[in-house]
């Protein structure tokens, strides 16, 4: 089974985030870049099913040349191999173009399945699984928090707000995990070792038949008006329980109307 | 005045608030249309739209849209944008609406603006963004705006629209009915609201200790009928369920009020709920970097402060 595993490298959310005064993109050298914590746990997923069913696991990666640590770090978890798109059109690009982007290289390579996080710590959008189902052309299985392949035949657990759907289809599919899924493995000093030696392949824009039109800042389909740093909260009133802790805040909430 | 395209959120017939909340949106900025997708529609449904300012409700309620995942949805909107050519379609921000803006943003080439806390004049939307650090004016450039809008971005407006109903049917395509939905399984939540959509929400995180314990963390939750959540300490400990964690990696909250029990206000933490319009803390640690958010904050043993409050509001009713 050819297994691909979307990979991005995000913020550390511990660090300060910022946007960049002149283009109004995310800032990716003011933070350090650390693995997009839900992938971790699309990786994990691609690894045990590698292990059930055989075959391969492709980490890809779209992303600044610093997105190599990233990918280093889902190679040293057991992925075999790794294809970086990396191009400074790309520069600015939004989910509609990073979605064009990847389902572009997508072809190029191939795939039975595509496993990705279902939100990066980022953006935050949650759009890319299913603007890559769609362009793709092939079964949406999102949110998934169970994942069971049987030949072709894909079924997940898909994560709703009342509880969970039994979604069923058939491979190729693009499929999104949550977290808790699985419990991502930490890599091994091997598996680091070994790492350092499998291969990365590196796709310009033109190599991955991507339209130049059609990514980055200027091919984007939305923009960033303007922004600035939220005001701070107006400081509260903090109070030490004396006993009528609980009452005082009943106090409060009466005030506000919420009682 | 120019056309707004609503999708209704519903379960079971029921129309959610979140749906109520993008009709006064829409309302401000043009004339709504609800779209209704699947099963279920009703008169009372038609009241309940039409009540909340809706001008038009297309209604395509075959049975078949709600087998399959999302795509059906994507492509009855797909069909409308192409008809009715409205200034905009507004979707709820959950993680299903989100993924149906997606879908239609590929089919209809236009851009998409995810996670709104507001929204005006040109479809300017507001977004919180970075932990809600940084306060961000985007728009969509290309194609009809699509934006996802956040559950208590505005309050439900009670105001009479025309309800014109519309039938529309959709023939799903092939690939639309590549994901098949083969069972649903509904958990019991009782009677409380959807921590995505609640007015109030009451967390509890490490302090709280154990899962018997949430029993405080829901009391004090039901005495304000609101919805329950965690931290992911609380989730990762196996206290609540993992569906209820607020958070960076859970659920990204925005009530009207927050309270926030044992919890210590990790960034990560405060990424899914520092939107919410009033902030209460209860924490024994009066360094703990959630009394910077806090508008009221009280310093003391959850253990001893929640039940006195939940009982004191039980009084005030
Ligand atoms: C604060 C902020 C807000 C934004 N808001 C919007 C918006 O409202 N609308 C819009 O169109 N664009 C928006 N963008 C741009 C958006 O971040 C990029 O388009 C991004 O490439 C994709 O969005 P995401 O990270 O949110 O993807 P998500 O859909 O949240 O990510 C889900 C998964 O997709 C995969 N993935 C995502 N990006 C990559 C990648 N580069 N390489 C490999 N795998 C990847 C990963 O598996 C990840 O877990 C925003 C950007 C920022 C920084
Ligand atoms: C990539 C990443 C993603 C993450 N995503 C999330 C997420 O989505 N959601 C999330 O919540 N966290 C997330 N975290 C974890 C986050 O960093 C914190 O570890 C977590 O929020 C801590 O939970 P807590 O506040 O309950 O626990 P703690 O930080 O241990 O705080 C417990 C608090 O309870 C107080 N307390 C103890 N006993 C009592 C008592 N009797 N009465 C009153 N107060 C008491 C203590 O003073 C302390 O302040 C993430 C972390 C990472 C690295």
Redesign the interface.
């Known amino acids: 089974m050819n297994i691909v595993v979307c990979v991005k490298q995000v913020p550390d959310?511990?660090t300060?985030?910022?946007?960049r005064s002149d283009d109004k993109t995310l800032d990716r050298d003011a933070a350090d870049g650390v693995i997009n914590?839900?992938c971790e746990y699309a990786v994990e997923e691609a690894l045990l099913l590698k292990e059930a069913h055989g075959g391969e696991v492709t980490v890809l990666t779209m992303g600044p040349s610093k997105a190599t640590d990233t990918i280093r770090k889902a190679l040293a978890m057991g992925a075999d191999k790794a294809v970086h798109l990396v191009d400074d059109a790309l520069h600015g690009s939004?989910?509609?173009s990073t979605?064009y982007a990847m389902a572009q290289t997508l072809k190029t390579i191939g795939f039975d399945v595509v496993i990705l996080g279902?939100?990066s710590?980022?953006?935050?959008?949650?759009?890319?699984?299913?603007?890559l189902?769609?362009?793709l052309?092939?079964?949406?299985?999102?949110?998934a928090n169970k994942v069971d392949i049987d030949g072709t035949a894909i079924a997940i657990q898909?994560?709703?707000?009342?509880?969970?759907?039994?979604?069923?289809?058939?491979l190729p599919?693009v499929v999104s995990v949550v977290?808790?899924i699985n419990e991502p493995r930490y890599p091994s000093f091997k598996g680091i070792m070994a790492a350092k030696k499998k291969p990365v392949q590196t796709l310009g824009i033109a190599e991955a038949g991507i339209d130049a039109s059609q990514v980055g800042l200027a091919g984007?389909?939305?923009?960033?008006?303007?922004?600035?740093?939220?005001p701070p909260?107006?400081a509260?009133?903090?109070?030490?329980?004396q006993?009528?802790?609980?009452?005082?805040?009943?106090e409060?909430?009466?005030s506000?109307k919420?009682? | 005045m120019a056309e707004i395209l609503v999708l209704v959120e519903q379960l079971d017939g029921d129309v959610k608030k979140v749906t109520l909340e993008l009709l006064a949106l829409a309302r401000s900025l043009g004339s709504p249309s609800a779209v209704w997708a699947g099963p279920g529609y009703s008169a009372e449904a038609k009241a309940k739209l039409a009540g909340h300012g809706a001008d038009k409700i297309y209604v395509a309620d075959a049975a078949e849209i709600a087998d399959h995942v999302v795509a059906p949805k994507a492509e009855l909107l797909a069909q409308l944008v192409a008809s009715a050519a409205p200034a905009a379609v507004l979707v709820a921000a959950t993680a299903e609406g989100k993924e149906v803006a997606g879908r239609l943003a590929v089919k209809t080439g236009s851009g998409v603006i995810t996670d709104a806390v507001g929204l005006g004049e040109g479809f300017v939307a507001d977004q919180s963004i970075f932990g809600g650090g940084v306060n961000v004016h985007s728009r969509v450039t290309k194609g009809t705006p699509i934006v996802a809008v956040r559950p208590n971005s505005t309050a439900p407006v009670a105001e009479a629209g025309a309800g014109a109903e519309e039938q529309v049917s959709v023939a799903l395509s092939d690939a639309a009915r590549a994901a098949r939905i083969v069972e649903r399984v509904k958990q019991d939540k009782g009677a409380r609201p959807e921590l995505a959509e609640a007015a109030v929400v009451v967390s509890g995180g490490r302090g709280v200790g154990s899962a018997e314990n949430f029993a405080l963390i829901e009391r004090l939750a039901d005495s304000l009928g609101g919805a329950v959540g965690a931290s992911r300490a609380a989730t990762d400990a196996g206290w609540y369920p993992h569906q209820f964690q607020v958070g960076q990696t859970g659920k990204t909250v925005s009530p009207q009020l927050y309270i926030a029990a044992g919890i210590s206000g990790a960034i990560q933490h405060r990424a899914g709920m520092q939107t919410a319009k009033t902030i209460v803390a209860i924490n024994k640690d009066p360094e703990a970097p959630i009394f910077e958010l806090a508008d009221y904050g009280v310093v003391g043993d959850l253990f001893k402060v929640v039940p006195q409050l939940t009982d004191e509001i039980e009084k005030r009713k």
């Open positions: 959310t511990a300060e985030r910022k946007l914590e839900l939004d989910a509609l979605s279902s939100e710590t980022d953006a935050r959008t949650g759009l890319l699984a299913a603007m189902a769609e362009r052309g092939v079964p949406q299985l999102t949110q898909r994560l709703t707000d009342y509880g969970h759907d039994k979604v069923e289809a058939s599919a977290e808790k984007a389909w939305s923009e960033v008006v303007d922004f600035a740093a939220a909260r107006a509260g009133t903090i109070v030490t329980d006993g009528d802790g609980g009452t005082g805040a009943a409060f909430l009466a506000k919420f009682i």
